[in-house]
Nanobody, 117 residues
Framework: QVQLVESGGGLVQAGGSLRLSCAASGRIFSFNVMGWYRQAPGNQRELVASITSGGSTNYAGSVKGRFTISRDNAKSTVYLQMNSLKAEDTAIYYC???????????WGQGTQVTVSS
């Protein structure tokens, strides 16, 4: 089993920054993709950004140039640096771990990000 624990959410004014962290523990397969998804009220959960164990990244168009995903494989932790935040970034942000070719995805409990305009 894998556990994901997120931290770093909160309330920030538009234009501000937040950094989310997600620490994974348990039986973690070496080849995996870690990512951040978000879900706003009334909307479907959407991918924000992802990063492979090799460091390749992928971003949603709406956050490209503002958000940066990174990971520390030694700490099994993924980060999301969010700059120039907008009101439309308000959502619950979920950490995801996808073990490539093995088993199913794991999800964190979610952390609220609220951007006031």
């Amino acid at each position: 089993q894998v556990q994901l624990v997120e931290s770093g959410g909160g309330l920030v004014q538009a234009g501000g920054s937040l950094r989310l962290s997600c620490a994974a523990s348990g039986r973690i397969f070496s080849f995996n993709v870690m990512g951040w998804y978000r879900q706003a009220p009334g909307n479907q959960r959407e991918l924000v950004a992802s990063i492979t164990s090799g460091g390749s990244t992928n971003y949603a168009g709406s956050v490209k140039g503002r958000f940066t995903i990174s990971r520390d494989n030694a700490k099994s932790t993924v980060y999301l640096q969010m700059n120039s935040l907008k009101a439309e970034d308000t959502a619950i942000y979920y950490c995801n771990l996808h073990p490539v070719g093995v088993g199913s995805d794991y999800w964190g409990q979610g952390t609220q990000v609220t951007v006031s305009s």
